[in-house]
């Protein structure tokens, strides 16, 4: 198993290396070309000067393409590798243009930097493709052994299958902790068949059992993948202190300090003030799209809960019909609704409905990143089943979020919440960089947009979740 890891992070680094090496000959063609005939930089740099400048850019690529996920490969998606190296490709260069703009002391034009950049995301979609395909033939999927401990497996299943490349489940096995426990033999026996996979997963195992299955598989070397507790999430966000010669986690019930809120504040209301002047052009066809359709209001505004549970008005662009709910009753769009409208179904699709909540986050009603704002119907019935719901609410709610991104619209509210709940427990500015970029993704994958399924709108755990995480 070490062996083969350290083949993987091999393979892995030698390929972003390359395709870095490559991307930056690239621009270094255009920098001799074309940007080093101006007199101020031929003076400053000479002979091993223009390597050094093209060194500099090589590692500004390569910090870029690791914080933005591209060393995942074997990971991540093609489409979510090639979309991570245009991130890259896009923050490198606007970083290398600033320095051409200081050592020009002008603005020089950006086109022959812009065509290299067509150029170097070309070849990004080839070697993307290769070196994925590359590594699925070296490298086979996961023989995995599924340790399972609720039905709800059946769920989890289907999206195992869509990884095929990634993972295939040989052997499922559910784990009862009374019977296990207290029969000494089996469990010795499901120890003993865990020795015959590279990899295990425990999905929902009762904890008394996964604390006992995971020291075995972490001591044999065996992979293990682990469907995480809440109290597995948050514990992952705490400062470890060495108050006494035993390690000793530390966990604030007030995940933001008074820093970090300000920090956030000052972009939410910086960004929401510069995309309400950019997008004004979209939001007014919007409107007038909306209007011309069937002559009703434009906007809407919905009683939702932020920080606290603190209740605001949420402005949003009206994408179904008038009274979609006229006889009182919350509920969240299913497939193929029939109270979306035409004119609706495109402004969700492409997330325009949400622009009106630019004036929500800059009144300070939202943050652009965090939980989603639900409705308090909504957390009243999630809540009765997941008490733990009520936490997303430690942060404002946010125009984007972890859920929104590495969820879908018909994720289950527990899994939504786990998500919500790691971003909590592991804010920083950098993280909420991350995911506004990433957030650009989201509006050309359909699937995020779904909605929930007819019959699914009820919250997906049941009462035992609360008595075995207390």
Known sequence: MKNEDTRKRLYTLASVLIGVIIQTVIVFFVWQGYYNSTSVIRKIFVFRGHYFIMFIYGIVLYLFNKGNGSLKIGYLKIVDLIFSQLISNICANLVFYLELCLLAYGFPSPIRLLQAMVVQNIFNIIWVILITKGYQRTFPPHQVLLLFGKDSVKEFLPKLEQRGDKFTVCEAIKIDAVKVKGNPELCEAIKEKMTHYNTVMFWDLPTIMRNEFLKFAYGKGIRIYVMPKISDIILTGSEQMHF???????????????????????????????????????????????????????????????????????????????????????????????????????????????LPQLFNIFMGDMSFVGPRPERPEIIQKYSKEIPEFAYRTKVKAGLTGYAQIFGKYNTNPYDKLKLDLYYIEHYSFRMDIRLIIQTIKIVFVPESTEGIKEGNVTAGRNKQEKKKNT
Do not use: H, W
């Open 244 to 354: 006494f010669d035993s390690p000793l986690l530390l966990t604030r019930s007030n995940p933001l300090t008074f820093e970090e809120r300000c920090m956030k504040r000052l972009m939410d209301i910086v960004c929401s003030l510069l995309l309400l002047i950019l997008t004004s052009p979209i939001m007014l066809l919007a409107a007038v799209a909306i209007k011309l359709y069937d002559g009703g209001k434009v906007l809407y505004k919905q009683v939702r809960c932020t920080r606290d549970q603190k209740e605001f008005y949420i402005y949003k662009f009206r994408s179904m019909v008038e009274d979609a709910e006229k006889d009182g009753v919350a509920r969240l769009a299913t497939k193929q609704d029939s109270r979306v409208t035409p004119i609706g179904k495109f402004i969700r699709a492409t997330r325009i409905d949400e």
